[in-house]
């Protein structure tokens, strides 16, 4: 008992670190947003490499080419969507990074709670936690939430509500669907954690497995389709 009561104190005091850093790097300066993503992209190309060989020597190249873009482009997109911030008295706010990584973590919280409750249906032999239901769950709840924000948040109101709806729809429905692909890939390598950064949590790339993959989607709507 005592030592499962230090392993929860110290994933507690971990995810209250992460949590900090994030709103920091997400609201103080471009320049904390710029390093934040960054130090991101760095821990997940080195989580990335230091597994690669464990997957064998075949196709070993064509794994670093794909792993490396599958990383460093969505990254620079997040980088790029917070060029396009609003100031509000001076405050940096990368509304589009903001209501992706929220629409994402709302997703998965959402998505737990509800398949916990009543989820019976698994959702992939990948991930067998995951149910159907906690995935329908957690992306209609994930988008109604952020819908909410955009349209009663006065700062939210620079980008359209319909915006926000499909920005949190994009968001989730994507996120899940890169949480499959890096469980995946951990089965693959034989391996529980990418990395231990995050003790009791994981590492970079399972902190931000959703990111890389809803990040470009997102983009793509924003800058194409919404204008």
Known sequence: MALDTRVLKTRSITAFVFVIVMLCGLFIHPQAYRILFALIMGGCLQE?????????EKNKMIRAIVGTCYIVIPILLMIDL???ASF???RFLPLYAIGILFSIWINDTMAYLVGSMIGRTPLSVVSPKKTWEGTIGGILLSV???SL???YIPVAKAIPSFNWTMIALISAVFGTFGDLVESKWKRMAEIKDSGSFMPGH???LDR???LLMAATPVWIYI???AG
């Open 144 to 146: 109604g939430i952020i």
């Open 223 to 225: 800058k194409c389709i």
């Open 82 to 84: 917070g060029t396009h």
């Open 88 to 90: 509000s008295q001076d």
């Open 208 to 210: 931000f497995d959703s």
């Open 202 to 204: 994981g590492g970079f």
């Open 48 to 56: 990335f490499f230091h597994h690669n060989p464990k997957l064998g």
């Open 149 to 151: 924000a955009g349209k």
